[in-house]
Every structure is written in C-alpha cells, then in structure tokens.
C-alpha cells in the first residue's frame, strides 16, 4: 500500500453554478469523506481557509523571517487536501476521479516517498 | 536489419514483461534483459539461435536479474522480496496463459504518462528499440529521450502505476489510449511532422506492435473481440502500402496522381481482409471507419473508378463517432468529388483550422479549381509556409506555380 496526497486546487472564482450547488457539493464531500473512511482509504482530510490567511516562516537565514500571506501569488492555490492509502495509482486516481466530482475541484495526486 | 537484431525486436517486449512481472521493478528488467541481450549476441552466431529465442533469453535474463540483487548488498532487503515472489509465484496455470506483454502495453501507455513519454516507453521497451534510435526517429538529442524514457520509469515505480489488463470497465478507454499511441509512432513515421516525409522505420515498427497487439488480444479470449485493434493494422497497413507511389522525385504525389501499379498488393489484401472482418461485427469505431475509407481508395483500379459517395457516407459515419474540424476537412474533400467545388469550399471556410497547413492547402485546391486563381495562389503560399515535409512543400509550390496568370 502507498500512501498518495490527494491536493485540491481552487483556481481563482467560484466553481459552484449557484448557491444550491455548493450546498450540494459540501454534501457531497462529506459523504465521499465518509465512504472513503469506511473502506479504509482515508488517512487525513480537510478543507483550508482562504490562502490570505496564510503565514510563511522562512528559517533559512539567520534570522527567520515571517511573512503574510502564501507562499506563492498564483490563481491556483491549495483548497484542502486527503491523504490516502491506495494499492496502485489507478486505485487512488479512481478515489481522487470521486473525491473530485464531490468537491467540483481539480485533484492533484502524488504519492508519498516511500522511505 | 540483420536477423539476430530483428529476433532481439521481436522477442525484447516479451522478456522485459516477464521480468517486469517477476521482479516488479522495470530498470531492473530492461537492464537483465539488455545482459541476456549481449550474452546471446555472443553465442547466438556461432552456437545457432535456439528453438525458444524468448525462452533463452528469459532465463538468461532471470539469472542476470537474480545476479545482480544478490551483487547489490545494499539492496538486501528487495533480495528477500524478490526471492519472496518467485517463490510465491503461481505455477504457470495452463489454461489459456495471460500474455505477459499486454499488461507492459498499458503500463507503457498509461493515461498518466505523457503521450509523448508513452511513445518512447512503448519503442524502448516493448519495440526493443534503443534510444539512440528512438532519438534518432524523433529527431531529438540522445540525452533528451533517456531522460524522457528514465523519468517516465521512475513515475511508473513511485506512483505505483500497476502491471495489470485494465477492468472490462476501463478497457475501452484505456485500450484507446494504447491505439493513439500507436497511431502517433506511425504517423510520426508517415506525416513527418519535423522535416522528412517518410520515415518508413516508424511506420514499419507501429504496423509490428500493433501485429502484436492484434496477436496478444486474440491470444486472450477474456478481452472479447476488440475491433478497433483490427480497424487499426488495417488502417496503418492500406495507408503504408501507397507509400512507394507517395513521393516521386522528392515530391509529394497527390492519391488521384500516383501510380497505383506501385501499390503493395500484399498490404491491401490483408489491409482489405481486416476490415471486412472487423467490420461484419458492427461495432464500428474510429479506426475501423478510417481503414474502410482507405479501403474505398486501394479498392479503385485508378482514380476515375473511385466511389465518392461512399467515401462521404463513411465520412459522415466518421464525424458521428469522432467529431473534429479535420475530419469534417477531410470530408469536404470527398463532398468536392461528389457536389462540386463550390460545395465543398463552403464546408470548409468556416472550419477553425487556420494554423493547419491542409486546411490552407485544401482550399487552395478548391479555389483553383474554380478558377478564382488569385485567392488561389495566395492560399497555397499560406499552405507552403505551414507545410511539415520538404516533399509537401514541393509539391505546393509546383501547383502554385502551375496556376495561370491574372
């Protein structure tokens, strides 16, 4: 088994068609959430506030330094991310084409380094 | 091609796909079976090649692989997996045997690769090809490909992409993802996107794996019959056997000029065999309706006695399963033959498709055959400067030139 990072990204905008849409994708997510803890594909898993609501350190110098905001300025930024357990890439590609259509959000996925 | 290289092609797929399966791990497999490779390069010539090439080759290549972890200290702990796995492997079960190569294909032409690190996988390690030839076919540097072909091995071992014959479920979808590829190495061959016309090694190596393609599906009755697979060696077939009478003097020879005595024979007939077998279980696709357009033009003695409407009926069949602006291109050529020109041009002057060279060329030909020979000439200096192969341009700069004046 491999674990694979799961990462959605929101591009700049709303994905949602209307209010009711997104009330119907949260839904969805939850019960995708709830799926994939069942079948014991779930490791961890959540949504993140707003990008401006982040803060990098950079400890690389001397000094650290902490700065506003993320880390880097593009339109697309991390939305929220799972964590799963999957036998192959096909099997976690299939829990991320599900985990996607949930969400109405692209899914990047990546597994972890094995060691 | 000297015949211990061609055996090496043939039987290249078949060995990495059984190490691959034992091992699980396809650096190691492609370097054991390049050993066995060498080892038998040595003997072969004065020893005789055996009965069983691929079954030599594999067990020479096993021991080369076995060799090697067991050399490789710090890779103890995989010693102990793979001795773990072939001691777990099930005796070969004796029904019919799974083909050991289909599950490389899908690997090799994973949706998760790009199609142009598909492309190379799929020469390197199921055409036995080396980069340097693969490079060489691609007209890119040596060090470029291998590391397009090593990086692309190493996403396969990190992901995780399996060794497995897709569920009946996603089959259709990835099997089509194996075809393009080999469509793309064939037309890479045939269109000759970066300089020359025809590289026929390409052709010639497609029209191999998609043999073998053709070979390991039939071989494995559980798949059911997969038409396409058929729709497309006959496809890549009727199109290669034209090729001697597609260029003359390093010029590109139009279908309705060329010398159709120059026409290989053998290819049609095959060609021809393919598609009305393929197509009697109607369940058409794309390449079945491709080849049996083809067919429609190597069933014409000469050009005169081609028959247009049904080129257009299979056209139309064509844009229903595969719709895009170059089919419906292609099709308004037909509508030409059969409503004229005039017809025609009105089909494709709407088309999207003004960074396309043949759309430009086509609508020169269209203009000029309706005398509007202004429009006309600067159509096809749009089309030369588009034009992919030395041998197109040629051949538009001479219709350009031929156009009369005013």
């Known amino acids: 088994m491999t674990q694979y990072l799961l990462a959605v990204h929101h591009a700049e905008g709303t994905p949602y068609a209307s209010d009711e849409d997104m009330h119907q994708a949260f839904a969805d997510t939850d019960a995708f959430n709830r799926e994939i803890i069942a079948d014991g594909s779930w490791v961890f898993g959540g949504g993140l506030t707003e990008p401006s609501d982040a803060t990098v350190v950079d400890a690389t110098r001397a000094e650290p330094v902490v700065t506003d905001g993320p880390f880097a300025e593009t339109k697309e930024q991390l939305g929220g991310f799972w964590v799963v357990e999957a036998p192959d890439l096909d099997a976690a590609l299939e829990i991320a084409r599900r985990g996607s259509a949930a969400c109405r959000q692209p899914v990047e996925v990546r597994p972890f380094q094995s060691e | 091609m000297t015949d211990l290289a061609s055996v090496f092609r043939a039987e290249h797929g078949r060995v990495v796909a059984g190490l691959a399966r034992r091992f699980g791990d396809l650096d190691l497999a492609e370097d054991a079976t390049g050993e066995a490779l060498l080892v038998a390069a040595e003997r072969w010539p004065t020893e005789g090649v055996p009965p069983n090439p691929g079954g030599w080759l594999t067990t020479v290549a096993a021991h080369k692989a076995?060799?090697?972890?067991?050399?490789?200290?710090?890779?103890?702990?995989?010693?102990?997996?793979?001795?773990?796995?072939?001691?777990?492997?099930?005796?070969?079960?004796?029904?019919?045997?799974?083909?050991?190569?289909?599950?490389?294909?899908?690997?090799?032409?994973?949706?998760?690769?790009?199609?142009?690190?598909r492309v190379a996988l799929t020469l390197r390690l199921l055409g036995g090809l080396t980069v340097a030839e693969i490079a060489a076919a691609f007209l890119v540097p040596e060090t470029t490909m291998a590391q397009?072909?090593?990086?692309?091995?190493?996403?396969?071992?990190?992901?995780?992409?399996?060794?497995?014959?897709?569920?009946?479920?996603?089959?259709?979808?990835?099997?089509?993802?194996?075809?393009?590829?080999?469509?793309?190495?064939?037309?890479?061959?045939?269109?000759?996107?970066?300089?020359?016309?025809?590289?026929s090694?390409?052709?010639?190596?497609?029209?191999?794996?998609?043999?073998?393609?053709?070979?390991m599906v039939t071989g494995t009755p559980s798949l059911g019959r997969l038409p396409e697979v058929d729709g497309l060696l006959a496809l890549m077939l009727l199109i290669e056997s034209r090729s001697r009478a597609r260029v003359s003097d390093g010029t590109l020879v139009p279908l309705d000029e060329q010398d159709r005595t120059l026409w290989d024979a053998a290819m049609i007939d095959e060609g021809h065999r393919?598609?009305?077998?393929?197509?009697?279980?109607?369940?058409?696709?794309?390449?079945q309706v491709q080849a049996a357009i083809n067919a429609v033009h190597t069933d014409a003695l000469d050009a005169s006695m081609t028959d247009w409407r049904q080129v257009v009926a299979l056209f139309d069949q064509l844009l229903v399963l595969s719709p895009s602006p170059v089919v419906a291109l292609n099709r308004a050529v037909a509508v030409a033959e059969v409503d004229g020109p005039d017809v025609a041009l009105g089909l494709v002057e709407p088309l999207e498709l003004t960074s396309y060279h043949a759309w430009h060329a086509t609508r020169a030909?269209?203009?000029?055959?309706?005398?509007?020979?202004?429009?006309?000439?600067?159509?096809?200096?749009?089309?030369?400067?588009?034009?992919?192969?030395?041998?197109?341009?040629?051949?538009?700069?001479?219709?350009r030139d031929a156009l009369p004046r005013g």
């Open chain 2, 66 to 117: 076995l060799d090697r972890i067991r050399r490789e200290k710090r890779r103890q702990d995989k010693y102990a997996e793979a001795v773990m796995l072939t001691a777990d492997t099930p005796p070969e079960p004796t029904g019919p045997v799974e083909d050991d190569r289909l599950r490389l294909v899908f690997t090799c032409c994973h949706p998760a690769l790009a199609p142009e690190n």
């Open chain 2, 148 to 199: 397009r072909i090593t990086r692309s091995k190493h996403k396969i071992k990190v992901t995780g992409i399996p060794y497995r014959i897709p569920s009946a479920e996603d089959l259709p979808a990835r099997l089509g993802a194996v075809l393009a590829v080999l469509y793309l190495i064939f037309n890479e061959g045939y269109l000759g996107s970066s300089g020359q016309a025809q590289r």
């Open chain 2, 201 to 215: 090694e390409l052709t010639a190596e497609a029209i191999r794996l998609a043999r073998q393609l053709r070979e």
């Open chain 2, 274 to 287: 393919l598609v009305r077998a393929c197509l009697a279980l109607n369940r058409p696709g794309p390449y």
């Open chain 2, 365 to 399: 030909d269209l203009l000029r055959r309706l005398r509007r020979y202004d429009e006309a000439s600067a159509a096809y200096d749009r089309a030369i400067e588009l034009a992919g192969s030395e041998e197109e341009r040629s051949f538009l700069l001479g219709r």
